[in-house]
C-alpha cells in the first residue's frame, strides 16, 4: 500500500492507466449516445490521454510541478470531442491541486479529484446531470469519505472513490432520458471511471484486462438522423479572452465548450457550417489544429459495426496518420483508421501501435505520410502482436492518398502493397505554407512570413501570395509529364472568392487538368495539393 506519491509514482501511473483505458475504447464507444450517438466517446477519451502520455514523456518526472503541468498541458492539447475537453479541465482541476506539493497523500488526492470535478462543470456552459460530469462529482465524494473514514493509503482512496464513482454510473440513466431509452449508462462517466482503475491497477500491480466483448451499440436505439458536424479548433496566440472566443463561436450550434490556459485556446461545437466557424475563430488567434467530423455518418458507421460485430474481419487494415479535417476525412472514407498527427505534431510509437491493436485485421497497413513518422511506424510495426503490419514510406499526405485511392480491405497486403507503393511514388504533393524564418534553402530565397511552396516536403519557391505559390508549383510539376487530376485542400481563412479565381485561373492554363478542391487542408498550410 503507497501512503503517498511521488511525482514520478504519479506519472507512471497516468501512462500505465492510458494503456488501461485503451482496452475499453470500444465499451465507451458503444455506450455513447448524449449528447448525440456518434459512437466516438472511447476514442476521444484516449486521444486525450495519449497526449497526456507524450508530455510526461518530455517532462522531469523528478518534480512535482513538470509532472501537473504535462497532465494539464497534455490533456488540453490533444482533448477531443466532449469528452475529451471535459477530460482535459477535469485533469486540469487535478493538477492545480498537487502542483505545488513534494507528494500526493491521500486526502491531497481526494482534494484533487474534487477540485477537478468542479472544472469540470465550470467548463460546461449548461452541465447536463447524467453525464461523466455527475461521475466526476460521485467520484469525489468517494474519496473525500475515504479520506473522513480513515484512509491511509492511495489505494484505499482510490477503492472509495471507484466504488460511488460505478454507483453513480448505475443511476445516470435516472438522470437522463436518453439513457434510458437507450438501456445504457453514460459513456463518458464510464471511461472516466476506467481511468480511475487503470491508475489504480498501476498501483495494485494488476496486469491489463481482457477487452471486454461488445454484445451491442447502444447507437442502434436511435434512427439515422443530420446531427451535424462536431468541429473543433485549437489555437495559440489568442489575446482576447475565453469568454469573447466562446461568445463569437456560440451563434453557430450547440454542445459548446471552450476552454484555455497557457496561451492556447480549445474550442469544440457541434455546426452545421464548419468552414464558417473556423473561419470567423481564426482571426483571433493562430490557428494550429482543426476537426471536423460529419456525426450523421458516425451514426452510421456505428450502425454497420453493429451488424458487422460476429462478421470475420477482411484480410487487411489500414493505418493512417493525418491531420486536417478534409484530409481526414477522405481518408477515412477509404476505410482507413487515423492517428492524428503530422507537421509539428507527430504521433508516438504508442499511438501508432494502439491505432494497429484496434484493427481486428490479422494484417494491417501502416502510411506515416510524414518523414519524421516513418522510423516511428516502423518501430510500432515491430512491436505489434498477432497481426503482421507493413509500413509504405510515405512521405507525404499526398502521396498516403494516392496510395490510399488503391485500398480494399477485402484484398490480401500481397496484392496491395506494390500497387499502393508504386501510387504513392507517382503523386506530386504541392503545399502552400507562411515560412518560419528568413533563410535561403537551395537557391531559394524567403523571409519570414512569405508564402512558400513545397514540392513532396522540399522547398520549391516563395511567392507573393499563397494563390500564386500554388498556381507556380503545378506549372513546374507540370512539366515533367502528363498529369490528370488536381486535388486541393484548402484551409480555413481561404475566402471563396480567392478560391474560384485560382480555380478559374488553373483550368485556363491546364484545361486538361481535372481539379478538385475540398476544405480542411492540413493545419498550419494555406493549400495542400496531390497532382497525379
Given at each position: 500500500m503507497a501512503n503517498s506519491l511521488s511525482p514520478a509514482d504519479l506519472a507512471r501511473a497516468f501512462r500505465y492507466a492510458t494503456d488501461w483505458f485503451a482496452v475499453y475504447v470500444e465499451e465507451a464507444n458503444a455506450l455513447n449516445v448524449y449528447p448525440v450517438p456518434d459512437g466516438d466517446t472511447g476514442t476521444n477519451m484516449h486521444l486525450t490521454l495519449q497526449s497526456v502520455r507524450r508530455e510526461l514523456d518530455l517532462a522531469d518526472t523528478d518534480k512535482m510541478s513538470d509532472v501537473a503541468r504535462a497532465i494539464s498541458y497534455g490533456s488540453l492539447l490533444g482533448a477531443r470531442g466532449n469528452s475529451g475537453v471535459i477530460t482535459s479541465q477535469i485533469l486540469k482541476g487535478f493538477s492545480d491541486t498537487i502542483k505545488e506539493a513534494r507528494k500526493v497523500s491521500p486526502a491531497l488526492l481526494a482534494r484533487a479529484l474534487e477540485e477537478g470535478?468542479?472544472?469540470?462543470?465550470?467548463?460546461?456552459?449548461?452541465?447536463?446531470?447524467?453525464?461523466?460530469?455527475?461521475?466526476?462529482?460521485?467520484?469525489?465524494?468517494?474519496?473525500?469519505?475515504?479520506?473522513?473514514?480513515?484512509?491511509?493509503?492511495?489505494?484505499?482512496?482510490?477503492?472509495?472513490?471507484?466504488?460511488?464513482?460505478?454507483?453513480?454510473?448505475?443511476?445516470?440513466?435516472?438522470?437522463?432520458?436518453?439513457?434510458?431509452?437507450?438501456?445504457?449508462?453514460?459513456?463518458?462517466?464510464?471511461?472516466?471511471?476506467?481511468?480511475?482503475?487503470?491508475?489504480?491497477?498501476?498501483?495494485?500491480?494488476?496486469?491489463?484486462?481482457?477487452?471486454?466483448?461488445?454484445?451491442?451499440?447502444?447507437?442502434?436505439?436511435?434512427?439515422?438522423?443530420?446531427?451535424?458536424?462536431?468541429?473543433?479548433?485549437?489555437?495559440?496566440?489568442?489575446?482576447?479572452?475565453?469568454?469573447?472566443?466562446?461568445?463569437?463561436?456560440?451563434?453557430?450550434?450547440?454542445?459548446?465548450?471552450?476552454?484555455?490556459?497557457?496561451?492556447?485556446?480549445?474550442?469544440?461545437?457541434?455546426?452545421?457550417?464548419?468552414?464558417?466557424?473556423l473561419a470567423s475563430v481564426a482571426r483571433y488567434g493562430k490557428m494550429i489544429r482543426t476537426k471536423v467530423e460529419d456525426m450523421s455518418q458516425q451514426h452510421t458507421e456505428i450502425l454497420s459495426m453493429a451488424g458487422a460485430a460476429d462478421e470475420t474481419p477482411p484480410p487487411t487494415g489500414l493505418v493512417v496518420v493525418a491531420n486536417g479535417w478534409g484530409l481526414t476525412k477522405a481518408f477515412r472514407g477509404f476505410g482507413a483508421r487515423i492517428v492524428a498527427g503530422g507537421q509539428t505534431a507527430n504521433p508516438s510509437v504508442q499511438d501508432i501501435l494502439d491505432a494497429i491493436n484496434s484493427l481486428p485485421n490479422p494484417e494491417v497497413i501502416v502510411l506515416p505520410n510524414n518523414g519524421n513518422v516513418i522510423m516511428s511506424a516502423q518501430q510500432a510495426a515491430g512491436l505489434a502482436r498477432g497481426k503482421t503490419v507493413h509500413v509504405i514510406p510515405t512521405r507525404t499526405m499526398g502521396q498516403g492518398l494516392a496510395a490510399t485511392v488503391l485500398y480494399q480491405a477485402e484484398q490480401p497486403s500481397s496484392e496491395l502493397l506494390p500497387e499502393m507503393g508504386e501510387a504513392s511514388k507517382r503523386a506530386a504533393t504541392l503545399e502552400v505554407t507562411r515560412a518560419s524564418r528568413s533563410v535561403e534553402i537551395g537557391g531559394v530565397s524567403v523571409t519570414e512570413g512569405q508564402p512558400i511552396g513545397l514540392r513532396d516536403d522540399k522547398l520549391a519557391l516563395a511567392a507573393d501570395t499563397p494563390e500564386d505559390a500554388l498556381f507556380n508549383m503545378v506549372k513546374l510539376a507540370s512539366q515533367d509529364g502528363e498529369r490528370e487530376i488536381l486535388t486541393i485542400f484548402h484551409g480555413p481563412t481561404v475566402t471563396k472568392d480567392t478560391l474560384d479565381a485560382l480555380a478559374a485561373r488553373i483550368s485556363q492554363a491546364f484545361p486538361g487538368l481535372s481539379l478538385e478542391i475540398h476544405p480542411g487542408g492540413p493545419d498550419l498550410y494555406d493549400y495542400l495539393a496531390v497532382l497525379e
Open positions: 470535478s468542479r472544472m469540470g462543470y465550470k467548463a460546461v456552459m449548461k452541465p447536463v446531470e447524467g453525464t461523466m460530469l455527475t461521475v466526476s462529482k460521485g467520484v469525489a465524494e468517494g474519496a473525500l469519505k475515504a479520506v473522513e473514514d480513515g484512509a491511509t493509503s492511495v489505494e484505499e482512496v482510490l477503492d472509495g472513490a471507484l466504488k460511488v464513482g460505478w454507483e453513480t454510473s448505475d443511476r445516470t440513466p435516472e438522470l437522463l432520458p436518453v439513457l434510458k431509452q437507450a438501456g445504457v449508462v453514460d459513456a463518458g462517466g464510464v471511461g472516466l471511471l476506467r481511468l480511475m482503475e487503470g491508475l489504480e491497477g498501476y498501483l495494485k500491480g494488476l496486469p491489463l484486462p481482457e477487452p471486454p466483448k461488445i454484445e451491442k451499440y447502444a447507437q442502434t436505439a436511435f434512427d439515422t438522423e443530420e446531427f451535424g458536424y462536431c468541429t473543433e479548433f485549437l489555437m495559440e496566440g489568442v489575446a482576447e479572452p475565453v469568454e469573447v472566443i466562446r461568445e463569437a463561436v456560440s451563434p453557430f450550434g450547440d454542445s459548446l465548450l471552450v476552454v484555455g490556459a497557457e496561451g492556447y485556446i480549445k474550442g469544440h461545437i457541434h455546426t452545421n457550417d464548419p468552414d464558417g466557424l
